[in-house]
């Protein structure tokens, strides 16, 4: 099956996130905020566990390496970063509760190890704490970036409550799912982006523009994800490659294959996506069916024309600004494989 | 046993909430706020009905009060007001969960209406709406006040995080009851009033003597609280009385009689509060010990002696505010029966 799929992935793989030192800087800059919040034990042990169980820290670069390009030196910006760091914790905690997801990063979730009122408020503590980290950024324009900050933290709730509510209905189109992912996860990245570039001081053009580079790779990013779990192996994912389609999930993927496929190839596809057990095989035939009709393919293709906007953004952002890191991320981001 | 309780409440009960004034318009502004925030129905429509079933609304009407000491309109502090009693309600819907209180003010909690995941997005949303309201304040130092802000969600946690650590420990004294209490509740109350002072524009000094008035009439009004659970009828109290003593939770009550008591009367009151069935009988046995052993009048005592050090807080900070409201709601929180 494998081989079958090589075509939808034409760039050759990097061997690991770049930007080390940005990601040193932040790691090291989580321990030390982190090592002033020792009591309460009850709800400092399990935060400081789940900022240490590790992540990619996307968000966190992704605001060094903006404010960067507008010309703050990194450790100028590295509170903002770790806020952002901070919040995007605090989402994973939260909804790790309500979606009953044991594992994370392979490792127990805060409610699996120790219980829900636990993880309930280790994720309120984070929000508090990565404000405060904002608060002590020492960037521009503070009052714009708790502003921006803000948005995000509504916004990726209201993307978390439809995502619930999609769960239960029948009637989601491909439009609703690309509104929920914004939110949920979109937000997220370009308020990492907007965030740097507030705190270098750029004009709001150029905010605005640097924002539009994180809403599209964030976009990109996500829909890579619905991609991955149908054509990583479970080795390289780190996770179940074929959980979303076992859960149910109403993904890009999905989304798009009941737009797509027809006839035979359409009712064979909801039949497996309704399936209450869905195995090996039903995913390897779910597989055949979504790269025949094309779904693959164009989800691919979506990926690449996102990457290619960003880009293009970042081209026009080039006048003032020195985007060449940032072009450099997105080409590792485009061709990520976990 | 109520008569024999009568000399502890020499004041005469005030009727109703003053400030009428103050309530309407928190009451409208929260509504008119509330109004742009419709979708998505599951987020939103649990959020509008927490901040729907009322409440005494004692924190914004501090932060009005304060602002108005410090010489700045209603009208400019509503926004910081709302703030206050959303993130406060933030504390209730998580906590509710936490404790698992199904009734809060006579009606069902959110988790209990709808479900725990429902409740911990509500309250997450209430973070960043309240955050938003703060954003949008028109008074001074508006990084101060997110400063403040943020402390206090810090806080609130980590009080939170303590009351549970408590439920567990044998070894709670009253000094850690009071650091405990002055984290989860007070820390909201005189953020109130600092916040308040802030957005007025009053100097540094001046601030922190208006947050030491609101950290004063926490503090008592936590303790007033803790009677209550003795001294009241349920009637009076809207939700049982006797109810901490039922859920053997460390009070300032409880901890008092420990440290008070001696003999017999000690031996009998750990038995009371260790007892695995407290019914009407148990808390008629357990009041006279209370009363006979001077718990209560002591707690009174304490109580009225907090309220007359932030009276002459306020008699510090007469010189150029006009701090009589202050002084006239003090005097209501003081005489208040429920």
């Not at 990097?14 to 034990?41: D, G, M, W």
């Not at 390496?65 to 903002?80: C, Q, R, S």
């Not at 760091?85 to 594992?103: A, R, S």
């Not at 964030?218 to 991609?227: V, Y």
Request: one cysteine or more; proline letters at 3%; charged letters at 30%.
């Amino acid at each position: 099956m494998k081989t079958e799929l090589q075509h939808l992935r034409p760039l050759p793989v990097l061997p690991e996130n770049p930007f080390q030192e940005e990601r040193e800087a932040i790691e090291a800059h989580i321990a030390e905020i982190l090592s002033r919040y020792r009591k309460p034990v009850s709800l400092y042990e399990p935060l400081r566990y789940i900022m240490g169980i590790g992540g990619k820290r996307i968000r966190p670069i992704l605001t060094i390496l903006t404010a960067e390009a507008g010309g703050l030196p990194m450790h100028k910006v590295l509170n903002a970063a770790v806020a952002v760091e901070l919040l995007h914790n605090f989402t994973l905690v939260h909804d790790d509760i309500m979606d009953h997801d044991l594992v994370r990063r392979g490792q127990p979730t805060i409610h699996a190890r120790w219980d829900e009122g636990t993880a309930i408020l280790a994720g309120d503590a984070l929000i508090g704490i990565a404000y405060r980290c904002l608060c002590d950024s020492c960037g521009e324009d503070l009052p714009g970036q708790v502003r921006t900050f803000t948005e995000a933290v509504v916004e990726v709730c209201e993307g978390q409550a439809l995502d619930k509510e999609f769960e239960e209905s029948g009637k989601v189109t491909l439009a609703d799912y690309e509104d929920m992912i914004a939110r949920k996860t979109g937000r997220l990245i370009c308020m990492s982006t907007r965030i740097g570039a507030m705190a270098a001081g750029c004009d709001p053009a150029t905010v605005d523009l640097l924002e539009r580079y994180g809403a599209l790779i964030g976009k990109a990013f996500q829909i890579q994800d619905d991609l991955l779990d149908y054509l990583s192996t479970t080795e390289e994912l780190g996770k179940n490659v074929g959980s979303d389609m076992a859960m149910h999930k109403k993904t890009f993927v999905t989304l798009k294959a009941l737009e797509l496929l027809q006839g035979d190839a359409l009712k064979r596809c909801r039949e497996l996506l309704a399936a209450r057990q869905a195995g090996a095989d039903e995913l390897r035939e779910l597989r055949t069916l979504l790269v025949d009709g094309g779904v693959l393919e164009d989800g691919r293709k979506l990926v690449d024309s996102l990457f290619g906007e960003a880009f293009d953004v970042l081209d026009e952002a080039d006048a003032g600004l020195k985007v060449e890191a940032l072009r450099a991320y997105a080409t590792w981001l485009l061709r990520r494989k976990s």
